[in-house]
């Protein structure tokens, strides 16, 4: 009785045209899914049967993987770098980097602005103006705001040209420095075995002499001049850098990155400069600006000893030494030179430990 029943309502929906259509499309539909699942089941078995293929199906998966492991592990870096500004509020807000970099800016607008800013000619000499007091002393003079020296020379004129020297030496002889000692401290960190070894033993022996009279000798070798000053101080300093940053380099080779890098078959020099380097660049940076306080100290006692620039150019270290034989006539003539010095070498000390604590995160817990 109900298969009877059944079947009439099959035969009427048989009948329909809609219902007809339906039921064709819905067959057609199942006849391809069967039709392409045993496309894919024949492909597959193709492929088992073909062992190079699936060793590189294999090979590919792999590479898939450690691809998704380092953008995992990027992605925190990735999303730090697209926020710069607030690197840039971290170090306005460190008191260090706002008041010694704002310092530091306004002796290089000083030293840039040299011929527009000195009131006087640094080198025109007046007897009869000898010794002059700076302004609000007794017998001051009008437009010699910090006085003269024996020669009747504008002290305020002469310290602002030799901040030119100063800074000069300080950012060419540290970054040449910081270019050379990084490069090496790199290639040991990284590479390690005889290549460490080499370079290792080559900075003992370096730091053995004592950095100073090796500086002396070696301008007195190479002349005086700026040129020779830059290139004493350079082959001094550059294993302060090569020691700190193969430290940092042996350091991050063990991080989880470096090895996510290597599995995904980056080369040696992508892996050292793309990865490694700029990580060490932090440390990098607030030891730069601590060589240059040391630069600029290096070449104020070359000009002192007379071993710097011609005595025509205005140095600091020139000036203390002028000052030195006349302290006791006119002060201003070695304090106004060596409160520069001293201003300027603690302002890079201070943005170096400024930036060190801001960009390094360790030292910001």
């Not at 953008?71 to 770098?81: D, E, F, M, N, T």
């Not at 008041?99 to 527009?116: R, S």
């Not at 306080?293 to 203390?320: R, Y």
Request: net charge positive; aromatic share 6%; charged share 15%.
């Amino acid at each position: 009785m109900e298969q009877s029943f059944f079947k009439s309502i099959a035969e009427k929906a048989r009948q329909s045209p809609a219902i007809a259509a339906r039921l064709a499309a819905d067959h057609r539909v199942v006849r391809a899914r069967v039709v392409a699942r045993g496309l894919m089941q024949s492909t597959a078995d193709k492929i088992r049967q073909l062992p190079p293929l699936a060793v590189d199906l294999a090979r590919h998966r792999q590479l898939a993987e450690a691809r998704a492991l380092v953008l995992a592990l990027a992605a925190p870096v990735v999303q730090a770098a697209r926020q710069p500004p607030e690197t840039v509020l971290r170090l306005l807000r460190d008191p260090k980097v706002v008041f010694a970099g704002g310092f530091i800016a306004l002796l290089i607008v000083l030293a840039l602005g040299a011929p527009l800013i000195a009131p006087k000619d640094p080198l025109a000499q007046n007897l009869i103006l000898a010794t002059v007091p700076p302004a609000g002393f007794a017998d001051a003079e009008a437009g010699f705001w910090l006085g003269t020296d024996g020669l009747g020379r504008d002290v305020l004129s002469r310290v602002i040209y030799g901040s030119r020297v100063s800074l000069t030496v300080a950012f060419v002889a540290a970054g040449l420095a910081c270019a050379i000692g990084s490069l090496l401290g790199l290639l040991a960190g990284f590479l390690r075995g005889w290549v460490d070894a080499v370079i290792s033993r080559l900075v003992e022996i370096w730091m053995a002499f004592p950095p100073v009279l090796l500086s002396i000798l070696l301008v007195a070798v190479l002349g005086t001049g700026l040129h020779s000053v830059i290139a004493a101080i350079v082959v001094i300093d550059w294993t302060r850098f090569c020691r700190v940053v193969r430290t940092e380099a042996m350091a991050q080779g063990q991080m989880d990155y470096v090895v996510a890098a290597r599995t995904v078959g980056f080369s040696r020099p992508a892996i050292l400069f793309r990865e490694i380097f700029p990580n060490v660049m932090p440390v990098l940076i607030a030891l730069l600006t601590l060589e240059m306080g040391i630069a600029v100290v290096v070449e104020a006692i070359l000009s002192f000893v007379g071993l710097s620039v011609s005595s025509d150019t205005p140095t600091w270290g020139g000036m203390i030494a002028e000052g030195r034989q006349i302290v006791h006539e006119a002060w201003w003539v070695l304090a106004v030179p060596l409160a520069a010095l001293f201003a300027t070498v603690v302002a890079f000390n201070q943005l170096g430990d400024g930036l060190a604590r801001s960009l390094d995160p360790v030292l910001r817990r």
